[in-house]
């Protein structure tokens, strides 16, 4: 029993010890690829406990190399942005300016019921009241009414990769980007934290910070 009592103990600091590690971030956003990691963790954890023949050695290591691997598919999302797409899923609109995406409802297999409801927990019981509604990759519905903004705000650059896909949806062009951000001062994309359109169609770009500077400043 007290062996049973010490091992348990040795493996909680372990697991609670390699989710510190993994970050915060990563139990808020729980995509499936970050769920199944946790279930791992836990069912390695587990098999030390209930059988005391099995080598404590194996579960910790076997652990920490799955905590590992988080750390390394987290990376490669930050800087790949088909990584992040394949593990993490891409947000999807189903509502865009009151109309109702039916394709991507039956792709995701969301009925209308569903959708109504998840407005009606958002405080948005009418359509008409929804500029957009957007599925998220966590599972997590957003909703922007109509009197919030007239135009979805869209990331145009993230740590120096640009997305076209979201420039053509705020009707913007490489072109007219680069423009904006020669004007800013800045000569080559890499330089670019995040740049984005807000919901009045105006741009804003935010620099890589400086060596040994904390916060990104926008540049006007």
Known sequence: MIIV???????YAVVLFALRLMGSSELSKMSPFQLVVIFMIAELASIPIDSPSQSLL??????????????????LTTKFEGIKNLVDG?????????RLNVKEMKRLRITVNELFEQL???NC????????AIMESNGELSIITTTQQPALPMIVISDGVIYEDNLSKAGSSKE???DALRIRGIKTVSDVFVAFYDGNLQIHVFPVPEKGETYAKELI
């Open 90 to 98: 891409t947000p999807t609109i189903l509502v865009d300016q009151g």
């Open 176 to 178: 007219k980007l680069l």
């Open 58 to 75: 194996n579960g910790i290591v076997a652990i920490f190399a799955l905590m590992f691997l988080q750390i390394l598919i987290s990376f």
């Open 120 to 122: 009606r927990i958002g």
């Open 5 to 11: 009592c010490i091992r348990t103990v040795i493996l």
């Open 125 to 132: 019981p009418s359509l008409f009241d929804v500029q957009y």
